[in-house]
């Protein structure tokens, strides 16, 4: 992904890198929508009843809208490094969005952490940036190849020392 700036950003600051969630953090949400329209088509499926295509399409609509809420979500929650800072943008609800940044200085410790299976597997995790007085100054949730990007936070804070 590339973002060539962002708001908020101060004058000569340098984008180092840019991370979003994995892929299968929508995973849930494709099956819950899937299941939905599963649920929508019984009716239809079993005793054909004259309202089962309302049902069918309600249900369509419904998981539909549920995926794109979860797509959104997704989509709107980024990670970004720059040679100042680290930033997370997350978009918690619809009309929810959190911001938090840490300046490269203040980082004294940044952990990853994969758990299960599936984070074994398709190697994403989190990511634990800690500074003095915080157990967890920020979380990057969900990142693809959680240990690059420790790797990468701590080059940029040794450089930025």
């Known amino acids: 992904m590339k973002i060539?700036?962002?708001?908020?950003?101060?004058e000569g600051e340098e984008i180092i890198a840019v991370w979003r969630q994995h892929i299968?953090?929508?995973?849930?949400?494709?099956?819950?929508?899937i299941l939905l329209i599963v649920i929508g088509s019984m009716p239809l499926a079993f005793w054909s009843p004259s309202w089962g295509a309302k049902f069918l399409l309600f249900f369509i609509a419904v998981g539909g809208l549920y995926f794109l809420l979860g797509f959104f979500l997704w989509f709107n929650t980024v990670?970004?490094?720059?040679?100042?800072?680290?930033m997370t943008i997350a978009q918690q609800r619809f009309m929810i969005r959190?911001?938090?940044e840490i300046p490269l200085p203040n980082?004294?410790?940044?952990?990853?952490?994969?758990?299960?299976?599936?984070?074994m597997i398709f190697d994403f995790g989190n990511v634990e940036v800690q500074t003095a007085?915080?157990?967890t100054g920020m979380n990057?949730?969900?990142?693809?190849h959680p240990y690059?990007?420790?790797?990468?936070?701590l080059t940029a804070e040794k450089k930025g020392i």
């Open 4 to 10: 060539e700036s962002f708001n908020g950003q101060k």
């Open 140 to 144: 990057l949730k969900n990142v693809e």
């Open 79 to 86: 990670y970004i490094l720059t040679d100042l800072r680290v």
């Open 107 to 119: 980082i004294q410790n940044v952990a990853h952490i994969k758990k299960g299976i599936f984070q």
């Open 98 to 100: 959190k911001i938090n």
């Open 148 to 153: 690059l990007v420790q790797q990468k936070i």
């Open 133 to 135: 007085g915080a157990v």
């Open 24 to 33: 299968w953090v929508l995973s849930r949400t494709t099956l819950i929508a």
